[in-house]
């Protein structure tokens, strides 16, 4: 049976929406005569009632796959429907949709036919038709298949905005159980090769005006990680972005709650919510590690592997450190403020800036943003301690404690 472009957008667009790493931003790029724009405060994403972006076109090439891994839905055995685009349908419904203006990007990921390079070399051909033959500037940010030739990550690196390589599985011991047919070494070599391709090319380009016409992948790298379908701990997955941020600059990486799609007595059973708050922790706690200056052993020690479900791990981490506290606002550092529960980016800076022309007060810190319902516990201003509580993690906690447990959402 011949299949419409409707039929494949169907099979693939809902294919797409369990990668979660499609979140675009920093990158600029002018308009030369073609269409579309890339803006540098990123993309301005609406989201559908299932909650799947919908600003950037999300597809798949292909949910046909050669491996098998035990997670997915797309994987090998699975019986579903199946659908291939060719680079054209998709570049011309790209396109398409951006006229419409339905769309102001595409995300293009694919299952793996054939062979990685195979599909690489036609996430390759769908980008030269929009840059090359549409002159597209708009924002792309494509997957990259391990395994495939560095030649072809690096051609279709000149043409992304984005690049990411889902390591989808926080440990070594997990992707061998889950997905055998992949490595932790196939999946980091063209994370390594990506990262070095931009810093070679930033150096270029600063070195020579000249130097490359096109910039490698300008927005960066992320990746995107599942959790919950193996038994790894919450250490495990903060420990592994940590390292993946260190290693290979990354611009994000991304939590994606497990949502059970296939039967299998190595996954959680299929009646199981995916774990949404315990990704929605993971999402502060990467959120610490990338502004606030937070270690991932600080976060989650070997004592307690797990955030806390009830506090944030700001909050958690203070519990556990009750001996730095109370601070007194008008002299802790900048870092020494960032720790602070209930002080944030803006409102540390504020404070620094504020202090330098006069004392600043209880009153001032609610003008400066600073959350009192949590701050007041762990502060003492001008030498005064407001939180009519002593300064003890037990009974601290039980004031902020949630007034109802936190509830778990459903996804779609
Ligand atoms: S390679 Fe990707 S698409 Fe194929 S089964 Fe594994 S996770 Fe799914």
Redesign the pocket.
């Known amino acids: 049976m011949v299949m419409g472009t409707l039929d494949k957008l169907a099979i693939l667009a809902d294919g797409a929406k369990y990668d979660v790493s499609c979140a675009s931003s920093g990158v600029e790029k002018k308009n030369k005569g073609g269409i579309g724009n890339s803006k540098a405060f990123g993309i301005c994403h609406t989201w559908s009632a299932d909650g799947r972006c919908v600003s950037l076109l999300k597809i798949l090439m292909t949910n046909y796959?050669i491996?098998?891994?035990t997670y997915?839905v797309?994987?090998?055995q699975n019986d579903i429907p199946r659908a291939s685009f060719t680079p054209r349908e998709i570049a011309d419904l790209a396109i398409g949709f951006y006229r419409r203006n339905y769309i102001e990007g595409l995300f293009l990921s694919s299952?793996?036919e054939h062979s990685p390079n195979k599909t690489m070399e036609r996430i390759y051909q769908v980008l030269d038709i929009l840059r090359n033959e549409y002159h597209f500037f708009g924002y792309i940010h494509v997957k990259v298949i391990p395994g495939a030739d560095p030649v072809l990550v690096k051609k279709t690196g000149l043409l992304a905005d984005r690049m990411s390589v889902n390591i989808?599985q926080p440990s070594e011991q997990s992707l061998k159980l889950l997905?055998p047919q992949k490595s932790l070494p196939a999946v980091l070599a063209p994370m390594n090769q990506i990262s070095d391709h931009i810093l070679q090319n930033a150096s270029e380009r600063r070195l020579y005006r000249h130097a490359q016409k096109n910039k490698f992948v300008p927005a960066g790298q992320s990746t995107q990680m599942i959790v919950g379908a193996s038994n790894d701990s919450d250490r495990v997955i903060v420990k592994a972005s940590e390292a993946l941020y260190q290693r290979f600059q990354l611009k994000r990486v991304y939590y994606s709650a497990y949502i059970p799609v296939n039967d299998s007595p190595l996954l959680p059973a299929l009646t199981t919510a995916p774990p949404l708050l315990r990704e929605h922790r993971l999402y502060q706690a990467d959120w610490l590690m990338r502004f606030y200056q937070f270690q991932a052993d600080e976060i989650v020690d070997e004592r307690t592997p797990f955030l806390e479900t009830d506090f944030d791990p700001k909050i958690s981490w203070a519990f556990r450190n009750m001996h730095l506290f109370p601070m007194e606002i008008n002299r802790a550092s900048y870092e020494e403020l960032l720790r602070v529960p209930g002080i944030g980016l803006i409102s540390a800076q504020r404070i620094i800036s504020q202090r330098r022309v006069a004392a600043i007060s209880y009153d001032h810190l609610k003008k400066i943003g600073v959350s009192l319902k949590r701050a007041r516990y762990f502060i003492t201003c001008q030498g005064h301690y407001y939180g009519a509580i002593p300064v003890e993690a037990g009974l601290i906690r039980r004031a902020l404690a949630p007034v109802q447990k936190p509830v778990q959402l459903t996804l779609f």
């Open positions: 796959c491996y098998n891994c997915c797309n994987r090998n299952g793996i989808e997905a």
